[in-house]
């Protein structure tokens, strides 16, 4: 019942059954790409897998395959946004690695030099 709960109100879930409006740059059966709303480069794409995994902690052995799928998704977006300059990927995972939303999503930046280290 709190899982239900949790997900009936994750915003990333509902920009996936599409309660919430985004600006969407890829959609399969697997996973939803669409631009960050607050961008911190001149792209600024969250990628998710559409099941509702709180963060990178809470998948399994049996995500192993999804995970892979989801990272290689985000090179394909990378491609399609002509990011051939580079880009960076960030997971941010729990409260020491800035995650705010509890949905798996990672960050596709690119537009710009990225600083090392980061913030
Ligand atoms: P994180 O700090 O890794 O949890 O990042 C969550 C990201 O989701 C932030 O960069 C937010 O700007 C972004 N975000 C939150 N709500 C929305 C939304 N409705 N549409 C698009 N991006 C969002
Ligand atoms: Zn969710």
């Known amino acids: 019942m709190e899982e239900k709960n949790a997900m009936s109100e994750c915003i990333f879930c509902r920009i996936v059954k599409g309660e919430i409006p985004s600006k969407k ?16 480069a001149p792209v600024h794409i969250i990628v998710i897998p559409k099941k509702h995994i709180e963060s990178l902690n809470e998948a399994t052995e049996e995500d192993a395959k999804l ?7 985000a090179r394909k977006i990378a491609e399609k946004l002509k ?3 580079g880009y960076r990927i960030v997971i941010n995972t729990g409260p020491q ?12 930046l690119g537009g710009r030099n990225m600083g090392w280290p980061p913030g």
């Open 67 to 73: 995970l892979g799928e989801w990272v290689f998704t």
């Open 83 to 85: 990011l051939d300059k």
């Open 97 to 108: 690695g800035g995650q705010v939303v509890l949905h798996l999503h990672l960050h596709l």
């Open 25 to 40: 740059v890829y959609e399969d059966e697997n996973f939803v790409a669409f631009h960050d709303i607050d961008p911190q």
